[in-house]
């Protein structure tokens, strides 16, 4: 049986997807084990929207009209990154984008192929099933952590299943798009989506495991012999 070091571990973003169908009821195995997840207050700050067939296709052909009217996206008020991105956060960021385009062949200088590989975000990545997370737009940074948590959880129950995820954020240029779309309330907003499928083995793009730090280089330890 898989552990979850070995989960972690094998957790990728995965940018090539089979077309293969994901079952409704593996995407709500995966949920089930999710649910599971820390949550300060026990305040459960997450819901989720799967879609799949011909609601997929409906949310990929909004992103394609969206992005023809209005090529950047929707300005909001809660950007992925912060502005001015300083290091050596601002180091990785570039990086991990280099050695993306680097696998996949294609050079600092060919920007348009660049933004065809950018826009298959809003494709999913060729995924049949997309999770949008819905978070109250009122709570705190806390309720934000707690989010990000059931969606490590998502990731790692798609691994014990035999799937991949990618971790969206793109889909956040779109988010009063998404908004009018799936009929939010007013207090309610799309954080991101999670691409979920079978990973393409053959995919050059599916290779790549970005960088981490080691344990050094962020955590100090205290108080031990």
């Known amino acids: 049986m898989l552990s979850v070091s070995e989960a972690l571990q094998r957790r990728i973003s995965i940018r090539a997807f089979l077309p293969e169908a994901v079952p409704r009821a593996t995407v709500h195995a995966i949920l089930e084990a999710a649910r599971w997840s820390p949550s300060g207050g026990n305040l459960q700050p997450w819901k989720v929207i799967a879609v799949a067939g011909a609601e997929r296709d409906a949310v990929v052909e909004l992103a394609r009209r969206a992005h023809a009217a209005n090529a950047p996206g929707e300005e909001g008020d809660d ?20 050695d993306l385009y680097a696998l996949l062949g294609i050079p600092r200088t ?20 997309a999770l949008f997370l819905v978070i109250d737009r009122r709570m705190g940074r806390g309720q934000w952590a ?15 299943a035999g799937l991949g995820t990618c971790m969206q954020e793109a889909w956040a240029s779109l988010r009063r798009s998404l908004h009018a779309h799936f009929e939010l309330p007013d207090e309610e907003m799309i954080y991101c989506a999670i691409a979920l499928g ?24 205290r108080g031990f012999p």
């Open 198 to 221: 079978r990973p393409d083995p053959d995919a050059p793009v599916n290779r790549l495991r970005s960088a981490r730090e080691p344990v050094e280089s962020f955590a100090s330890f």
């Open 146 to 160: 707690h989010l990000g948590m059931f969606m490590q959880s998502i990731a790692l129950a798609a691994v014990e």
């Open 110 to 129: 060919d920007r348009p192929r660049r933004l065809r590989q950018f826009a298959r975000n809003f494709e999913f990545f060729g995924a049949p099933v």
């Open 79 to 98: 950007p992925v990154y912060p502005a001015n991105l300083w290091e050596p956060y601002r180091t990785r960021r570039f990086k991990v984008g280099e």
